[in-house]
């Protein structure tokens, strides 16, 4: 069974890069077709997707947040990351990682979910 | 951009009883509609997907219906564990989310 978990820093300094990593137990995150996907919401807000890496290494960003935002992967370490720079109060937020099964061009659904783990921006 | 409008955004409901759920998308997406529950300090879990397909290990009290701009989330008699926040999502295009449906207990 496929579990992932979010892990980083919950205190980011404002104008610094956020990063956080995904761990993917239960299977590789270099086999089968799947996006691999971060998303953030702030408190009493709406979700919002930041970003996606397919299996094959390709990246899809979120326009709105196009500068900032740099997913990776780490195939030997079977992660991905999110780095997000120029943080502001305005990325205080939880931000989940989840697989994203391959659609036509998009992904059909998303399965499973890491917890979440709330960032806060602030000095 | 699709825009996706849930509604009610919450609502009290005792076990038991029949709950819907509604989402609209702000242009047709065909089937491309998933639904999740959000329980706090958990992972976000996929109950319906394209629409009307029941995600395995979810019971059958959770039933999704729609296409096009206009779909409904039903749990069919509520049950104690399924107090929580629901969300649509489109997969049309690039993911958005409903503003969700918290289920309180009445």
């Known amino acids: 069974q496929v579990q992932l978990q979010e892990s980083g820093p919950g205190l980011v300094k404002p104008s610094q890069t956020l990063s956080l990593t995904c761990t993917v137990s239960?299977?590789?995150?270099?086999?089968?077709?799947?996006?691999w996907t971060w998303f953030r919401q702030p408190a009493g807000k709406g979700l919002e997707w930041i970003g996606r890496?397919?299996?094959?290494?390709?990246?899809y960003y979120n326009s709105s947040l196009n500068s900032r935002v740099t997913i990776s992967a780490d195939t030997s370490a079977n992660q991905f990351s999110l780095k997000l720079s120029s943080v502001s109060a305005a990325d205080t937020a939880v931000y989940y990682c989840?697989?994203?099964?391959?659609?036509?061009?998009?992904?059909?659904?998303?399965?499973?979910w890491g917890q979440g783990t709330l960032v806060t921006v602030s000095s | 951009d699709i825009q996706m409008t849930q509604s009610p955004s919450s609502l009290s409901a005792s076990v038991g009883d029949r709950v819907t759920i509604t989402c609209r998308a702000s242009q047709s997406i065909s089937n491309y509609l998933n639904w999740y529950q959000w329980k706090p300090g958990k992972a976000p879990k996929l109950l319906i997907y394209a629409a009307s397909s029941l995600q395995n290990e979810v019971p059958s009290r959770f039933s999704g219906s729609g296409s096009g701009t206009d779909f409904t989330l039903t749990i069919s008699s509520l049950q104690p564990e399924d107090f929580a926040t629901y969300y649509c999502q489109q997969s049309y295009s690039n993911p958005a989310f409903g503003g969700g449906t918290k289920v309180e207990i009445k």
């Open positions: 890496i397919y299996s094959s290494g390709s990246t």
């Open positions: 239960g299977g590789s995150i270099s086999s089968g077709n799947y996006y």
């Open positions: 989840a697989r994203g099964d391959t659609g036509n061009k998009f992904p059909l659904y998303f399965h499973p």
